[in-house]
């Protein structure tokens, strides 16, 4: 029983030393308001959790509604409402390079809050995005966070030209937006 007690406390000693910081302070970072926080938190997640992938485009029948009071979209059977001002922006599901059903999936979703991530586009190939998506049935939005590559683009294309021959080449897991 001594030799088990002995032990643990040998463990216990270790493990707090290998615990301990090489002596680096890291100093708080403070944001001037949520947006510049969520923008770190985006810049963050491409830096550490970020893998390619190329995403198909939506295959199926695409239908718009556009004498709606919204704008719905129909992928298939899917509802799905855009509320994006931005026409290029829109044109990322209604030309099908993003399929809602990459997204978390439900019949109905509306999608709002369509932002190009501009302090994170390093070179012209490649343009981050994020966007809320509320689902069906579910309080709160989910963001997700998109890259689209067009491999032909400089940082001179517009954006209406990247997006025309974009492809995803990104999703992330969404984050529950409270």
Request: charged residues 25%; glycine residues 4%.
């Amino acid at each position: 029983m001594k030799a088990a007690y002995l032990f643990l406390i040998v463990i216990a000693i270790c493990g707090c030393k290998t615990a301990e910081r090489s002596g680096v302070v890291e100093q708080e970072r403070t944001y001037a308001n949520q947006g510049e926080y969520e923008n770190h938190l985006a810049e963050e997640y491409f830096n550490q959790d970020y893998e390619t992938k190329k995403y198909q485009k939506f295959a199926g029948k695409i239908l718009t509604d556009s004498l709606s009071e919204y704008n719905i979209v129909y992928f298939d059977s899917l509802r799905v409402i855009l509320e994006i001002e931005d026409v290029v922006h829109r044109r990322v599901f209604t030309e099908g390079i993003l399929s809602p059903n990459h997204l978390y999936y439900s019949q109905s979703m509306q999608i709002c809050c369509f932002e190009e991530l501009t302090h994170l586009n390093k070179n012209g190939t490649h343009r981050r995005f994020k966007f809320w998506v509320f689902e069906e049935g579910v309080a709160n939005p989910l963001e997700y966070l998109i890259e689209l590559t067009n491999g032909k683009a400089t940082r001179e294309t517009s954006l209406s030209e990247f997006v025309s021959k974009a492809e995803v080449t990104h999703i992330s897991e969404p984050r529950v937006i409270i």
